[in-house]
């Protein structure tokens, strides 16, 4: 006889009020689904786990900053070339 | 009136008759609506309903089509996985969900999720965060 058990993992849900999610929370389900660490791991080696983890979320924080601003750089570009100077000046300023 | 989180017998039975298929190339169309805390949703739950799911700003009936990751296995445990999904500029209260192949006829779930309290946005992002895609903690996971 052979038994088949069926399991089902834990989501994550991040919600928002009256903004898009920014990018410590964008960073930290990336990094969710980058490193995971079993709670079944020795002490040290989740220590060492969750350190890296804080390490790659502080890389990706960092990035998608980066992201964010080039994007409304894109935006405040296009909407100065369409004539809208002042909306543009806004954009960049968020 | 209870949302319990589990895999639907149902979909268990369905893969001995080989009704979904989870690849990321020319698999099946799987899809997650979202449910209020007023739904009942468990292991015997059979296929999408639009009974008691929620309604809000940029929630449209049915919900979101996931983008399938293709199946793994890791020792004697096969997973598989689906990429994170968001309702962007939604206004949605939502306490848990189901995922189920629309390809398929009469929409059979897959799994229920529960979120364990009620998640809401407003006139903001609403976003469902899948866990790592490994033997421990995949969404779908067969040992």
């Avoid at chain 1, 804080?54 to 601003?69: C, D, G, T």
């Avoid at chain 2, 015997?44 to 009974?51: F, M, R």
Wanted: glycine share 6%; hydrophobic share 40%.
């Amino acid at each position: 006889m052979f038994d088949m058990d069926g399991n089902v993992g834990s989501v994550m849900v991040t919600t928002t009020a009256n903004r898009g999610m920014n990018a410590e929370e964008w960073a930290e389900t990336a990094v969710r689904r980058i490193v995971s660490v079993s709670l079944d791991s020795p002490m040290p080696i989740r220590e060492q786990a969750f350190a890296f983890r804080e390490s790659v979320k502080n890389v990706l924080i960092h990035y998608f900053k980066k992201v964010a601003r080039s994007e409304r750089t894109t935006i405040r570009a296009i909407l100065e070339k369409e004539g809208y100077s002042e909306l543009a000046k806004h954009i960049e300023d968020i | 009136m209870a949302i319990t989180q589990a895999m639907c017998t149902s979909f268990k039975k369905e893969l001995m008759e080989a009704k979904h298929n989870f690849l990321n190339s020319g698999g099946n169309t799987f899809k997650i609506a979202l449910y209020t805390s007023s739904a009942t949703l468990s292991a015997a739950t059979t296929a999408y309903s639009a009974t008691n799911e929620v309604s809000g700003t940029n929630y449209t009936a049915a919900g979101n089509t996931l983008t399938r990751v293709d199946p793994a296995s890791s020792g004697t445990t096969a997973y598989t996985d689906f990429a994170d999904t968001t309702w962007s500029s939604s206004t949605i209260t939502a306490r848990g969900a189901v995922v189920y192949n629309d390809s398929a006829s009469g929409d059979p779930s897959v799994i229920v999720l529960n979120f364990g309290s009620d998640k809401t946005s407003t006139a903001g992002d609403f976003t469902i965060t899948f866990p790592t895609a490994d033997a421990s903690d995949a969404i779908i996971r067969i040992a």
